[in-house]
Structures are given as structure tokens and as C-alpha cells.
């Protein structure tokens, strides 16, 4: 199976969603095109075990998306990321030797 490259940049996404002044929220196509990176960005992240770096990606986009379809990606892996710390915080493993 070919190795799948990735580079992911938060500064890049920064970029976007502090400025006030930034294309994001002037121009839909900019828009379309930055939450579809987004979208590839929650897949990568979380199907290469960077969650730590999602968890920070997810906070940032969350107060700064725009769209129904990136809203929803959002929620979706929030809940995802959510749910395996409760699901870990609930199973106890005693190992005796």
C-alpha cells in the first residue's frame, strides 16, 4: 500500500480564522476550498492517531467555520474524539502477574 504524505499546517488554518480581514469570510470559493481542506485535515489527523493536533484544529475552526457541511465534520469529530476519552475513562484493566 503506497505511504499517503500529508502536511499539515495549523498556521496555515490560523491564517484563515484570526484574521478579520482574511478571504475566508469574503469570498465563498475561498471558503469551499479551505473546508475541504478542513474535511481532509480531520480525516488525516485522526486516521494517523494525531489527535492531540485535531482536538486543537477542531477548537479553532469551531468558532470560525462557516457551512452547514463543515459544521457538521466538526460536531462529528468533536463527539468522535469526546466519546473515546469517556470510553477509555470508563474500562479498568487490572493485570495481575
Known sequence: MPITKFDYSYDYFVTYFQN???????????????NS?????????YFSNHKEALQKLIQLS?????????NSYLHFFDGLLTAEVELKNRIIV???D
Open 62 to 70: 469551531l468558532r470560525k467555520t462557516t457551512g452547514r457541511i463543515i
Open 20 to 34: 478579520e480581514e482574511s478571504d475566508y469570510l469574503k469570498y465563498d470559493n475561498i471558503k469551499n476550498t479551505i
Open 94 to 96: 487490572n493485570i495481575q
Open 37 to 45: 481542506q478542513l474535511i481532509a485535515a480531520f480525516h488525516q489527523l
